[in-house]
């Protein structure tokens, strides 16, 4: 007997057939994805296409497509070879890219019977939520946190969406206390790893760092870019034997001073404790035993903490400079698997601590609190992914309202709920939705203004009054009454593309524009 064989047996032949002509997008070939892309190959769907990143070592251990020669390849082509051993008749595109570029806008979407999301990054998977109202499609959401797991679906106008109730916001400290007045070891986690790692070896995205507009928050940016500065110009110095002492001294003793000669900020606080580079030399040269190998769970001395920060600051400058003998804008990414960077990490993180009296921590406690870390289950994997496809039944089938979410709880238990009705004061789901066509390098904020936002209800506008509206894309305000330098620039110039959502606010409900290219 053949798959399909068994596959007709157990589904009958109206699912099957529903099944084997249906069209998936799956979003995420992760610890979900896997399980979820094996699962599908083996239930009788045909058609499937998958996206997302580039694999790391850390994925082995429970995304079980891959293995230790697929390291650094795209997840969706690897994924795809594998799942194509399972059953080689299926047809599945792969892609790698980013499910927010502009070709994949609604009228790509509208193109699938379904989405399965099975994602961890909150921004894409309020973007796939948004693009699978706008399109009017089934979505099917997941996700897993340790042991716990959940899935459930959405659909415009009769279940809540992902957007329904609030998420929990990443967290973000001020500028101003992880640059300058650190009081919690979490404080000199984020500046070893959002800043020190970022501006000697990456990007220099300081995405933990909260940047406020208040006049002392805007002081110490001020000095971070000043720092930041510095820091460029002792990167050039990487490869040479005085490296490590240059950084050292200039972020545990030259801003150290610095920050001493604020008088005013230390008359309530403890005041910090500079460094001394070549005395701390002095000191571990005269030691016996050596640093080389030490427990996880150990505090480091200072002098060990002295010791492991030179030794992996060169080592990721070496790594650093032969990638970049191949690829000039190569940068070293922050990895908790990468033991180079967690040692200079925590390293950093402890001598800084060390500084401002700050209780120091293990690599153990620090690679938690740099990497968030929740265990990631094979297992619960697994259990989620087998639901979702039994969901994706579900819909096949036309049950949406009765296609209960599902919940695996403590003690691996299942609970299953009952679909909530969309949240009435959703700014997502319950917004009006429209696509509008326009030229990108002609249309102007007042062209959308005038031609479709005014404009009366009778003649195909919106019917909203010029001093009610506000158009936002994201968080960021493009127009209102009181701002409208941006009214008569172009939406190439705005940076708007193909596929970005208008919000418009100003009307009884709000309104979404959806752009597409005329």
């Given at each position: 007997m053949t798959r399909d064989s068994y596959n007709k047996r157990v589904l009958g032949k109206e699912l099957y057939e529903k099944v084997s002509n249906s069209r998936v997008l799956l979003v995420g070939a992760g610890g979900i994805g896997?399980?979820?892309?094996?699962?599908?190959?083996?239930?009788?769907?045909?058609n499937i296409e998958i996206d997302l990143d580039t694999i790391d070592i850390s994925n082995l251990n429970r995304q079980f497509l891959f293995q230790r020669q697929h390291v650094k390849q795209a997840k969706a082509h690897i994924a795809k070879e594998s799942a194509l051993k399972f059953n080689?008749?299926?047809?599945i595109v792969s892609r790698m890219d980013d499910i927010k570029s502009p070709q994949y806008n609604v009228q790509w979407f509208k193109q699938f019977t379904l989405v399965l999301n099975a994602l961890d990054n909150l921004g894409a998977r309020r973007h796939v939520n948004a693009m699978c109202l706008a399109a009017d499609i089934p979505l099917i959401e997941s996700g897993t946190q340790g042991y716990l797991g959940q899935t459930y679906v959405i659909k415009?106008?009769?279940?809540?969406?992902?957007?329904?109730?609030?998420?929990?916001?990443?967290?973000?400290?001020?500028?101003?206390?992880?640059?300058?007045?650190?009081?919690?070891?979490?404080?000199?986690?984020?500046?070893?790893?959002?800043?020190?790692?970022?501006?000697?070896?990456?990007?220099?995205?300081?995405?933990?760092l909260q940047q406020d507009e208040s006049e002392e928050n805007a002081e110490e940016i001020a000095a971070l870019a000043r720092e930041t500065e510095e820091l460029k110009a002792i990167k050039e110095a990487m490869g040479s034997s005085d490296y490590a002492k240059k950084v050292f001294e200039k972020v545990y003793h030259?801003?150290?001073?610095?920050?001493?000669?604020?008088?005013?900020?230390?008359?309530?606080?403890?005041?910090?404790?500079?460094?001394?580079?070549?005395?701390?030399?002095?000191?571990?040269?005269?030691?016996?035993?050596g640093v080389d190998s030490l427990p996880d769970q150990k505090v480091w001395t200072l002098k060990e903490s002295f010791e492991q920060f030179k030794e992996s600051a060169v080592r990721l400058a070496d790594r650093l400079l032969e990638d970049q003998k191949t690829r000039k804008d190569a940068i070293l990414a922050f990895d908790k698997d990468d033991d180079d960077a967690m040692v200079f990490v925590t390293a950093a993180a402890n001598?800084?601590?060390?500084?401002?009296?700050?209780?120091?921590?293990?690599?153990?406690?620090?690679?938690?609190?740099?990497?968030?870390?929740?265990?990631?289950?094979?297992?619960?994997?697994?259990?989620?992914?087998?639901?979702?496809?039994?969901?994706?039944?579900?819909?096949?089938?036309?049950?949406i309202k009765d296609n209960q979410r599902t919940y695996l709880t403590t003690g691996s238990r299942l609970v299953q709920e009952s679909n909530s009705e969309p949240n009435p004061l959703c700014g997502v789901c319950k917004s009006r939705n429209s696509t509008l066509l326009v030229n990108f390098e002609k249309a102007t904020i007042n062209d959308i203004i005038n031609k479709a936002l005014v404009l009366p209800?009778?003649?195909?506008g919106a019917g909203i009054e010029l001093e009610d509206?506000?158009?936002?894309?994201?968080?960021?305000?493009?127009?209102?009454?009181?701002?409208?330098?941006?009214?008569?620039?172009?939406?190439?110039e705005l940076s708007l593309t193909e596929g970005k959502i208008l919000r418009i606010e100003g009307s009884e409900q709000d309104i979404d524009l959806l752009l597409e290219a005329m």
């Open positions: 896997c399980e979820l892309l094996k699962n599908l190959v083996l239930s009788g769907f045909n080689p008749s299926v047809n415009k106008n009769i279940t809540e969406c992902f957007d329904c109730q609030p998420k929990p916001t990443p967290t973000t400290y001020p500028v101003c206390t992880i640059r300058s007045t650190p009081s919690a070891p979490i404080h000199c986690v984020v500046w070893a790893k959002s800043f020190l790692f970022s501006q000697l070896f990456g990007n220099a995205e300081e995405d933990d030259t801003d150290i001073d610095r920050l001493l000669s604020m008088e005013s900020m230390w008359k309530n606080r403890d005041r910090p404790i500079p460094l001394d580079f070549d005395q701390l030399k002095t000191e571990t040269d005269e030691q016996v035993d001598l800084r601590a060390h500084i401002f009296g700050i209780p120091e921590k293990s690599l153990f406690d620090i690679k938690s609190m740099a990497g968030n870390i929740i265990p990631a289950i094979a297992t619960t994997n697994a259990v989620i992914a087998g639901l979702v496809v039994m969901k994706t039944f579900g819909v096949l089938r036309g049950e209800i009778e003649q195909g509206i506000a158009i936002l894309e994201g968080n960021r305000m493009l127009y209102d009454i009181d701002e409208e330098e941006n009214a008569k620039l172009s939406l190439k």
